[in-house]
């Protein structure tokens, strides 16, 4: 019998299936122990800033290349370590990369201190005092601000209501506008029938672990695919750091101010007030078509938590006559972590701020 010689491509793709299930017992093993967990949010920053449970960090290695200083403003729900994920999937790096003077106002984790806290507490005291702590260390007269998320919220909220806050430009990532078109989680907190006082906790806020749920409600089949994912490049040992990175951060919330939570839920929710310009801060009536500083908005097509009708409205509602929107095919978190934050959401934000650093100068 004749024994027909096997292709030598043949026996490199089963040479390469056999190590790559080896690679797999290995790092299934590894998960399933919970060990060679990545440590996340490593690059070196100081403490430059306290107020309550916040911090300001300004990041070591930060240069100032002649443009603005740079204050990234993060939500109030999670931790701002997914811009600092892991060592080669940083948002935090690219930026210092670029040369930018780099700062985080980190919310740190609320506690019954903070239970009174209102959305003016963030806008009108924590913002102001951070950005003019930036301005102290840095020497420079107007900053850059972004916000992320929630924090995007926050950073609209600032610049609405003080139009002479030193402000060279405002970008925002995945930031919510039209809160009555958030999707499922309209029907999870949005409805008449919620009674914020029976979700508080002890301490007057609303629980982590409330929060996590809510997100987790937006997509029901998540954790299933993200299995037959991890299953799919469990050979992979960068792609199982990224996803033991990126599982941790998606469960690891904190805990919501209760009364923060009550206008979010009274005022931009059910009165949908940035919208339907009815926003009240601090007493006073403002619009975001009082913000005209140069302006980006980033939102991605995939978001399930921030959906596309939720954020496409901004665009149109700022008064910047220096405005641009980035649409990305991406999800919440491939924004700023992941390929396509890489290839395409970082190095936009990074030249829309140094054009606009270029026009100032």
């Known amino acids: 019998m004749v024994q ?64 603005p200083p740079l204050l990234l403003v993060f939500s109030l729900v999670s931790r701002s370590y997914i811009c600092d994920l892991v060592p080669g999937n940083s948002f935090v790096e690219r930026l210092l990369g670029a040369g930018f003077d780099l700062y985080m106002l980190d919310w740190g984790v609320p506690d019954e201190r903070d239970a009174d806290n209102r959305l003016e507490d963030y806008a009108d005291d924590y913002i102001p005092a951070a950005i003019r702590r930036v301005r102290e260390v840095s020497g420079a007269r ?35 506008v039209d809160f009555q078109k958030m ?50 490049r469990l050979w992979s040992d960068d792609y199982v750091a990224t996803y033991q990175a990126m599982t941790r951060w998606s469960a690891d919330h ?21 919208v339907t310009d009815r926003l009240v801060v601090g007493g006073d009536r403002v619009s975001l078509s009082d913000i005209t500083v140069p302006f980006l908005t980033v939102r991605a097509k995939r978001d399930h938590i921030i959906e596309a009708p939720a954020s496409e409205p901004l665009i149109d509602l700022v008064g910047s006559p220096d405005k641009d929107e980035l649409v990305l095919d991406a999800g919440h978190m491939g924004l700023i972590v992941g390929k396509t934050a890489h290839r395409t959401t970082i190095p936009t934000i990074i030249d829309f701020l140094k054009k606009r650093s270029e026009v100032s100068a």
């Open 142 to 176: 107007p900053i850059d601000l972004l916000g992320y998320c929630f924090g995007g919220v926050l950073t609209l909220l600032h610049a609405a209501h003080h139009p002479e806050s030193p402000l060279h430009s405002l970008t925002v990532l995945a930031t919510p």
């Open 254 to 274: 904190i805990p919501f101010p209760g009364a923060a939570a009550r206008q979010t839920l009274d005022m931009l929710l059910r009165e949908n007030a940035m």
């Open 4 to 67: 027909l010689p096997i292709p030598s491509g043949a026996l490199d793709r089963v040479r390469r299936e056999v190590e790559r299930n080896l690679q797999r017992a290995r790092n299934g093993i590894k998960l399933a122990a919970g060990t060679s967990r990545p440590a996340l949010g490593q690059t070196p920053k100081d403490v430059v800033w306290r107020g309550g449970r916040s911090e300001l960090w300004h990041y070591r290695g930060s240069r100032n290349s002649g443009g």
């Open 183 to 232: 999707g499922p989680l309209v029907e999870v907190a949005g409805s008449d029938a919620v009674d914020l006082d029976a979700i508080l906790d002890d301490n007057g806020n609303v629980p982590a672990g409330i929060i996590r749920q809510m997100f987790r409600s937006l997509t029901p089949t998540y954790e299933i695919t993200q299995y037959v994912n991890l299953w799919e």
